[in-house]
């Protein structure tokens, strides 16, 4: 099992960055795929993107796409979500989680964080 810890949310205007990191703990994160999903108020756990181990390979909710990124850096056993033009919509506690499934349900990702709060003022 992997521990992940999420850091970077805060509260930002609409339009504006932040970037999300996750530290993972063990000497194996570079062997997984990683996912970022999100959660608002009264709403289920909806996926946000996924990385492939290598970091080659990238996938995003079509609500998402083209404005986040993720990336990882293995060497530091991170992964990083950076999102850009940011939305009310898109307020929300952010999780990162290790993916152990070929889909990008919540039952196909493990080891999940403590989640980040990211809250976007109109």
């Known amino acids: 099992q992997v521990q992940l810890v999420e850091s970077g949310g805060r509260l930002v205007q609409a339009g504006g960055s932040l970037r999300l990191s996750c530290a993972a703990s063990g000497r194996t994160f570079s062997s997984y795929a990683m996912g970022w999903f999100r959660q608002a108020p009264g709403k289920e756990r909806e996926f946000v993107a996924t990385?492939?181990?290598?970091?080659?390979?990238?996938y995003y909710a079509e609500s998402v796409k083209g404005r986040f990124t993720i990336s990882r850096a293995n060497a530091k056993n991170t992964v990083f979500l950076q999102m850009n033009s940011l939305k009310p919509e898109d307020t929300a506690v952010y999780y990162c989680?290790?993916?152990?499934?070929?889909?990008?349900?919540?039952?196909?990702?493990?080891?999940w964080g403590q989640g980040t709060q990211v809250t976007v003022s109109s």
């Open positions: 990385i492939s181990s290598s970091g080659g390979s990238t």
């Open positions: 989680a290790r993916r152990m499934g070929i889909y990008t349900r919540v039952v196909d990702f493990d080891s």
